[in-house]
């Protein structure tokens, strides 16, 4: 639990410090007066802060985001409204961020946004490049991709191993792959079924590749009086249509670093789809409740790739989560939301289309008020996340109050 806190703790920061990195620094070098540098949200007084300069950088207790505060420009969560007013009172307006031409501001605004979108880049070159340029992707749907070359594979994945299990003596392991059954190629349920079904009793070849790829054979008789709850091999396990993306011309990967973000984008939409779809047809909001994570469990998610036994695996995971938090940072902060960097841009926009600024005292007020219900939101996800995994929160305690 305490390296799950630290590793999700070092990914977080890793994404904020880079997002509020990019503002800063936009806004040193157009001579913004940057007021706060600050992690986490300021709902509560700060745990530390140091004055440097013109600038305060503080550290609170609610550690899911953070914020630049610029003077003339009150970022959501960050202070108090300020008015332009009170902005023309000191002795700096010159440098405050209402006050610099638009394009500057819009700048400053979209910086954050860049600089996730080039983490995402870089990540991804180097999960890319450790992984043959290659990687699987559960299919949901029809998602589009490009820049990259595409192969459908339909598979049977195994979900679970039950105990003294015949798959469990044959070395079959969770997150498994069947291959095949006597030299039979199995891709279809239908298939895996009518062969165990024909081998009841009977020691049968069956082939996998486990969770790094590599293969194994076995000899396994499948039960023919199967405990309660238990298949004949004591396997859970679903068919899975699997999508290959590689990249392997040198142009494709030249600029995989950005297009597999761009891909991974495009599959996560079409799945959410699919997803929606499902629960419209189910008349039920399970499939998508399963689907959406805050940040429990995004905490959960780093757990269970944090438990993976082989080193490069776990690893390699790793290094595609904090790649795909990194792109999907940057894709929700520059949806046009008020409290978020689309949202400023959004004003920036209207200011540019109308030639008329708004009041900077409604457009804190707005970004404020947009910024309660994203905290109400991410409230909603955190009790979905805890009501997901909350039998392994019970089992969690149940195992420290034991030690």
């Known amino acids: 639990m305490i390296i799950t806190l630290i590793v999700f703790l070092l990914i977080l920061s890793v994404l904020v410090l880079i997002h509020e990195a990019g503002h800063y620094f936009v806004a040193k070098k157009f001579g913004i007066k940057v007021e706060e540098f600050g992690f986490g949200f300021p709902l509560t007084p700060p745990l530390w802060q140091m004055k440097k300069g013109e600038t305060v950088y503080s550290f609170y207790p609610v550690l899911i985001g953070g914020f630049v505060k610029l003077y003339g420009e009150d970022e959501a969560g960050g202070g108090r409204i300020t008015g332009e007013k009170e902005v023309k009172k000191g002795n700096d307006e010159h440098r405050a961020f209402y006050s610099r031409p638009l394009w500057q501001r819009l700048l400053v605004v979209i910086a954050g946004v860049v600089m996730n979108a080039l ?23 029809n998602p589009t991709f490009f820049g990259a070359n595409e192969k459908l594979i339909n598979e049977i994945d195994i979900r679970e191993v ?17 291959e095949s059954i006597n030299g039979t190629k199995i891709t279809q349920e239908k298939t895996f079924g009518a062969l165990i079904k024909e081998n009841l009793g ?91 994570s805050g940040p429990i469990g995004i905490g959960f998610a780093v757990g269970s790739l944090i438990s993976i036994p082989d080193v490069k695996t776990r690893i390699l995971q790793l290094i ?76 969690y305690f149940s195992h420290l109050f034991q030690r």
């Open 202 to 292: 009977k020691q049968m070849r069956i082939t996998w590749k486990d969770a790094n790829n590599k293969t194994h054979t076995a000899m396994v008789t499948p039960r023919v009086n199967a405990p309660k709850n238990q298949g004949s091999l004591g396997v859970v396990f679903s068919p899975n249509n699997v999508v290959t993306l590689s990249y392997d011309t040198p142009v494709q990967k030249l600029f995989s670093g950005f297009t597999h973000p761009v891909n991974l984008m495009s599959w996560n939409f079409t799945a959410l789809g699919y997803l929606i779809d499902i629960s419209k047809k189910e008349n039920s909001a399970e499939p998508i409740r399963g689907a959406v």
């Open 119 to 141: 983490l995402a880049a870089v990540i991804y070159y180097v999960f890319l490049g450790l992984s043959n340029f290659k990687q699987d992707l559960p299919l949901y749907g």
């Open 320 to 395: 595609n989560l904090t790649g795909l938090l990194s792109v999907s940072l940057a894709f929700m902060n520059v949806l046009p939301i008020p409290g978020l960097d689309g949202g400023r841009l959004l004003f920036i926009v209207i200011e540019a289309v109308t030639r008329k600024k708004m009041n900077l005292k409604v457009e804190g007020y707005i970004n404020a008020g947009g910024m309660v219900i994203l905290l109400a939101l991410v409230a909603l996800v955190s009790i979905n996340d805890v009501q997901t995994h909350s039998q392994d929160i019970v089992n």
């Open 162 to 178: 039950s105990k003294n299990s015949p798959a469990e003596k044959a070395g079959i392991t969770p997150f498994s792959v069947i």
